[in-house]
């Protein structure tokens, strides 16, 4: 029997992660951890019968814990809670599937007790890539990537010299913009921008799927999971999304993982790796899919990827003021406060706005993420 907490069970990839969970029998979940959907979060303690789990607010477990009243499950609170789940002493496996910088810390905590991570949160390493990742050599913690890009890669790596990798090759699908221009850009409504031709994701991974955003922070976070040089780091627009990423060795041969655009694949490869098993699920049919096409990303239209790349050269903090930057700009265009396209331009005014500090630690990465959000209150008139 495997142990495994979620950080962020109510979300898509925490929902797919308990779908895996009622498929497999031999993985039971001890912890739970959600923002605020508690309605959600009781059906799934009800049914997974966690003995710890966790909600953002006070209020929120206060009510949960009267709902919950007649299980043997304690309730705990805010980040105090995500970090005891996160420490759970039975847990052999944490997926953090929270999203923003809230997960740094218990991701750091679950380390520090020695347990694997497959992870999720992609804020962890574009931020704190320098921090996580020799914890993770020092306590022999294997960080499994859940991302599909970064799961493809891993899985073209497996029985390979990884000193024998020359590049390489993140694909992204182009979102539900490609092709178009900055002026159609300019008049994007909500919910074109939610419509991903292939992926089924949550709202803010959607847009930055639209906004070529996600690839940024991907190559972000390949850097710092495969020690790469990012100069060694492609993205390739690959519209179909049936090569979720590709691996080039130094003799010219490129490895590259194939298959529906399901995120379950990536999840279960990390939660049984090095197994695989058997999944539910359609297959590629390649005489349906015909052919497969390739394109050079659109930096020029689509600037939030290139400010990625600028920031992810730049280091240290930068990382951290774009990411900050671009939560709070998705966040404000979800509910209708600013225009798509003004997404990337208050990502760039976060970054000149920045004074950069070399290696942040915890403290300083989280006071970056305050002080963009300031610049963004203090600038942006709403």
């Avoid at 979300?11 to 979940?29: A, C, F, K, M, W």
């Avoid at 944490?94 to 810390?105: E, N």
């Avoid at 990303?297 to 050269?313: I, N, Q, V």
Wanted: proline content about 4%; aromatic content about 4%; hydrophobic content about 40%.
């Amino acid at each position: 029997m495997k142990k495994i907490a979620i950080l962020g069970s109510t979300g898509s990839i925490g929902t797919q992660t308990l779908e895996l969970v009622r498929d497999n029998p031999d993985l039971q979940v001890v912890g739970l951890a959600a923002g605020s959907n508690i309605d959600l979060l009781e059906k799934q303690v009800r049914e997974f019968k966690p003995r710890l789990v966790s909600l953002q607010s006070s209020k929120a477990c206060g009510d949960l814990e009267v709902r919950l009243a007649d299980l043997p499950v304690e309730v705990v609170c805010g980040m105090e809670g995500l970090i005891r789940i996160a420490e759970m002493e039975e847990s052999e496996l944490l997926v953090t599937a929270i999203v923003g910088m809230v997960g740094i810390r218990p991701t750091i905590a679950a380390i520090n007790k020695h347990k694997d991570i497959a992870l999720a949160n992609k804020e962890t390493l574009v931020t704190a890539g320098h921090i996580i990742m020799p914890l993770a050599k020092e306590k022999g913690v294997s960080i499994l990537p859940v991302d599909s890009e970064h799961s493809a890669i891993f899985q073209s790596m497996q029985g390979e010299n990884r000193e024998r990798v020359s590049r390489l090759l993140i694909t992204a699908s182009g979102g539900p913009f490609r092709g178009k221009t900055r002026a159609e850009l300019e008049n994007v409504q909500l919910e074109d921008a939610l419509k991903h031709p292939n992926w089924s994701m949550g709202h803010k991974i959607t847009i930055d799927s639209a906004t070529l955003v996600n690839k940024g922070l991907e190559v972000m976070e390949a850097k710092w999971l495969f020690d790469m040089d990012l100069d060694k780091i492609q993205v390739v627009v690959h519209p179909q999304s049936i090569i979720h990423s590709m691996v080039e060795y130094a003799d010219g041969g490129i490895m590259a993982q194939l298959g529906t655009p399901d995120m379950k694949l990536p999840i279960q490869y990390a939660l049984f790796y090095p197994d695989r098993r058997p999944m539910k699920g359609k297959r590629v049919d390649f005489y349906e899919l015909g052919c497969i096409t390739f394109e050079r990303p659109d930096m020029e239209t689509f600037t939030g990827l290139k400010l990625a790349m600028r920031a992810a050269k730049e280091g240290g903090s930068v990382p951290t003021v774009f990411n900050a930057a671009n939560e709070r700009a998705v966040s404000l265009f979800l509910t209708g406060k600013i225009r798509f396209v003004q997404i990337p331009e208050i990502i760039e005014m976060c970054m000149e706005a920045h004074k950069r500090i070399e290696a942040p630690n915890v403290e300083e990465i989280l006071a970056c993420e305050q002080e963009t959000y300031e610049v963004i209150e203090s600038r942006l008139i709403l």
